[in-house]
């Protein structure tokens, strides 16, 4: 699973048809344009979400984790690129 901030994943979320319904302290909590008892509650905190609370907004949203992972990354040629919400682009090169 990536390393992903909320920043990332609320941008992720919006993409999929999610928008932010209302705010309660540090928590977001987004619904689906499409399917309004779909709830997902999102923390924004400054730094990297927990690999489980990533796994449990991904069940909330209904997403699959491959899906996330495939627009995050993508490959081309012998390189691997992960793109960060700074757009910064770090490759790395398959062994």
Same mark, same amino acid.
């Given at each position: 699973?990536p390393s992903i901030?909320?920043?990332?994943?609320?941008?992720?979320l919006k *993409?999929k048809?999610?928008?932010?319904?209302?705010? *309660?302290g540090? !928590?977001?909590?987004? !619904?689906?344009? *499409?399917?309004?008892?779909?709830?997902?509650?999102?923390?924004?905190?400054?730094k990297?979400?927990?690999?489980k609370t990533?796994?449990?907004?991904?069940k909330?949203?209904?997403i699959?984790?491959?899906?996330?992972?495939?627009?995050?990354?993508f490959?081309?040629?012998?390189?691997r690129?992960?793109?960060?919400s700074s757009?910064?682009?770090f490759?790395?090169?398959? *062994?």
């Amino acid at each position: 699973m990536p390393s992903i901030t909320p920043k990332d994943i609320l941008k992720f979320l919006k *993409s999929k048809g999610f928008y932010i319904s209302r705010q *309660s302290g540090s !928590h977001i909590i987004l !619904h689906n344009n *499409s399917d309004k008892t779909k709830q997902v509650t999102l923390p924004i905190h400054n730094k990297e979400l927990n690999p489980k609370t990533l796994s449990t907004i991904l069940k909330q949203a209904g997403i699959d984790k491959k899906e996330l992972f495939n627009s995050f990354y993508f490959f081309c040629n012998d390189y691997r690129c992960f793109f960060k919400s700074s757009n910064i682009c770090f490759f790395q090169i398959h *062994s």
